[in-house]
């Protein structure tokens, strides 16, 4: 089985910052893509930024300029560091990692359990 593990969640003011992490564990033959979730009360879950396993990266527009995500291939770790964060930032962040377990298993897409990020003064 695969786990992945969040921290980095809070409470923070307009225009701070929060770093989060992700860390993959269990039976990990390879990780393809990582990602950031995001999901609002009422709202559905959304994009919020992706990262293949050569480093290619990808944004929500909505978070273009302020949010950078990495990681880390030895650690099994994705990072999503937030700056200027805003109000509408605020929901549950999901980390989100496509992982084969075998040399010859398929592919298989696995979620963490959340973390909250509030942003608000």
């Known amino acids: 089985q695969v786990q992945l593990v969040e921290s980095g969640g809070g409470l923070v003011e307009p225009g701070g910052s929060l770093r989060l992490s992700c860390a993959a564990s269990?039976?990990?033959?390879?990780?393809?893509?990582m990602g950031w979730y995001r999901q609002a009360p009422g709202k559905q879950r959304e994009l919020v930024a992706t990262?293949?396993?050569?480093?290619?990266?990808n944004y929500a527009d909505s978070v273009k300029g302020r949010f950078t995500i990495s990681r880390d291939n030895a650690k099994n770790t994705v990072y999503l560091q937030m700056n200027s964060l805003k109000p509408e930032d605020t929901a549950v962040y999901y980390c989100?990692?496509?992982?084969?377990?075998?040399?010859?298993?398929?592919?298989?897409?696995?979620w963490g359990q959340g973390t909250q990020v509030t942003v608000s003064s």
């Open positions: 269990g039976t990990i033959f390879s990780i393809n893509a």
């Open positions: 989100n990692a496509g992982v084969r377990t075998s040399i010859r298993g398929p592919r298989n897409d696995y």
């Open positions: 990262i293949t396993s050569g480093g290619t990266t």
